[in-house]
Structure formats: structure tokens, C-alpha cells
């Protein structure tokens, strides 16, 4: 079965760092891109980083400088270190395998992140 | 940045077509996916490539894209439709995501 699983995720401080695990099975990780997407309560979903096959990785300007996706294909995981955390950052925090047509075709079932003091 | 624009909510009546429309400069020029998403659930992939389906996803749901908008049609829409939907394309090398539309099932 494709299966991601997202794990890290807990209250931090403003100010913190956390770091995001995401594991996957049931396809050959280290020839897919892989994303990090995030959705605060009540909110629709933002795209958070990307990470090519090649360790290549794409950030939208909200995090960059803040957040370092990265990737261990020996291990089948996907990581998303997150520094400088703000209450703005709240949100659950989804992993998903980019597939045809560069679209996410498997999504994990999120992990929540809360930045609060 | 680029941007797509979705209306905030939808209304159907059960066994009716449903449209929900993506807006984004020469969006049809890019290729669009959409996503539907249930309350406490992930997001689940239900066409991409404008107008592909998923394996397992019904052949009610259809789409297209021209212009600057692309289109998601529910046909003969089921209470289990009722979900948010968001579409997305690829500016360069940047994902981006419509603001979501909620569609009722009346």
C-alpha cells in the first residue's frame, strides 16, 4: 500500500524550531519529487517546499530562509526543519508525492504544528 | 505572484451537475489539478492534467481548462460529494493553490 506518514509535530514557541518527519512506503521514494503543504484550521491549503530527486528544493517566500526540506532516500523519509517559528506558522503540515501531470497524487495525513506561548 | 481564484461556496441539488471554476492568468496555458478535500480528511487527488481522472476516482467528476479558467463538473452529484475543492497549478517552479470552494449538496 503508498502510504505517507507525518510525525514532529507538537506546541512550540515563537521563536522555535521543530523538525517534521515524514515516512514513506509502497513506491520507490527516491524517484519521486516531494512536497510539504500546510493548512491552518478553517483555512485552504498552502504549499510549503519541494524537493526534486536531484535534492534540488523550491520555497515560496513566506518561509524561505526559515524552513530546509530535505530528504533521506535511504530511509524512504522526507524532513522539514522549521526555524524562527511564528504564531502564523500554526497550521497542519501535510507530505505529498508529486505524480503525473506534477500534481499530488498521495497525500499523508498531516501532522498539526501549534506556535504559541 | 500568480493567483487562482475559486468561488467560496457552491450549491447542487442531489442528481444535478455541479461547476466549480479556477481563475488565473492564461491558466490554460498551465496544466490544472483539483482536490477534494472532506471535513477532518486529506486531500484527495481527483483530476490532473486538466481533465485526467485517477484510478478510483467516479467518472462523474470531469474537468477542463481554457483560457484563463478551468473548470471542475460534477455530474449527477451524490450527497458523498459534499466537500471542499481546490484547485492547483505551477507558476515556474512554484505550487499554487486556489483559495478553496465549499460545495453543498442541498
Known amino acids: 500500500e503508498v502510504q505517507l506518514v507525518e510525525s514532529g509535530g507538537g506546541l512550540v514557541q515563537p521563536g522555535g524550531s521543530l523538525r517534521l518527519s515524514c515516512a514513506a512506503s509502497g513506491f520507490t521514494f527516491s524517484s519521486y519529487d516531494m512536497h510539504w503543504v500546510r493548512q491552518a484550521t478553517g483555512k485552504g491549503l498552502e504549499w510549503v517546499s519541494a524537493?526534486?530527486?536531484?535534492?534540488?528544493?523550491y520555497y515560496p517566500g513566506s518561509v524561505k530562509g526559515r524552513f530546509t526540506i530535505s530528504r533521506e532516500n535511504a530511509k524512504n523519509s522526507l524532513y522539514l526543519q522549521m526555524n524562527s517559528l511564528r504564531a502564523g506558522d500554526t497550521a497542519v503540515y501535510y507530505c505529498?508525492?508529486?505524480?503525473?501531470?506534477?500534481?499530488?497524487?498521495?497525500w499523508g495525513q498531516g501532522t498539526m504544528v501549534t506556535v504559541s506561548s | 505572484s500568480y493567483e487562482l481564484t475559486q468561488p467560496p461556496s457552491v450549491s447542487v441539488s442531489p442528481g444535478q451537475t455541479a461547476s466549480i471554476t479556477c481563475s488565473g492568468d492564461k491558466l490554460g496555458d498551465k496544466y490544472a489539478c483539483w482536490y477534494q478535500q472532506k471535513p477532518g480528511q486529506s486531500p484527495v487527488l481527483v483530476i490532473y492534467q486538466d481533465s485526467k481522472r485517477p484510478s478510483g476516482i467516479p467518472e462523474r467528476f470531469s474537468g477542463s481548462n481554457s483560457g484563463n479558467t478551468a473548470t471542475l463538473t460534477i455530474s449527477g452529484t451524490q450527497a458523498m460529494d459534499e466537500a471542499d475543492y481546490y484547485c492547483?497549478?505551477?507558476?515556474?517552479?512554484?505550487?499554487?493553490f486556489g483559495g478553496g470552494t465549499k460545495l453543498t449538496v442541498l
Open positions: 492547483q497549478a505551477w507558476d515556474s517552479t512554484s505550487v499554487v
Open positions: 505529498a508525492k508529486e505524480g503525473f501531470g506534477r500534481a499530488f497524487d498521495i
Open positions: 524537493i526534486g530527486t536531484a535534492g534540488d528544493t
